[in-house]
């Protein structure tokens, strides 16, 4: 059975660097679209960064362009993403999922539940403040 454990989080000043780590068990990861989700409290659940099983292509959330970098390590079975010039409207916490139906990044960032989704982690707190 698929199981993803994120790490990576913290503390972090506005403007600092966190890169958070995605590790998969139990399948590859290169079967899976992947994605970053956050969820702030009090807000929804939104889709901050994904990339394509099919072709690797990536999406980004507008807020987070420029900013973030997702990238995956087949080898170590991990999904990354970094996080540059942090704000404090980045504040969440952030989680992995994956699926093996969903093709195109965007429309797994698109998704606003995980319901359908083949496995998503526990997530990782990520604070920005001075």
């Known amino acids: 059975q698929l199981q993803l454990v994120e790490s990576g989080g913290g503390l972090v000043q506005p403007g600092g660097s966190l890169r958070l780590s995605c590790t998969a068990s139990g399948s590859t990861l290169e079967d899976y679209t992947i994605g970053w989700f956050r969820q702030a409290p009090g807000k929804e659940r939104e889709g901050v960064s994904c990339i394509s099983r099919r072709d690797g292509t990536t999406y980004y959330k507008n807020s987070v362009k420029g900013r973030f970098t997702i990238s995956r390590d087949n080898a170590k079975n991990t999904v990354y993403l970094l996080m540059n010039s942090l704000k404090p409207e980045d504040t969440a916490t952030y989680y992995c999922?994956?699926?093996?139906?969903?093709?195109?990044?965007?429309?797994?960032?698109?998704?606003?539940?995980?319901?359908?989704?083949?496995?998503w982690g526990q997530g990782t707190l990520v604070t920005v403040s001075s």
């Open positions: 999922a994956v699926d093996s139906v969903i093709m195109t990044a965007q429309a797994m960032c698109g998704m606003k539940t995980f319901g359908p989704l083949d496995a």
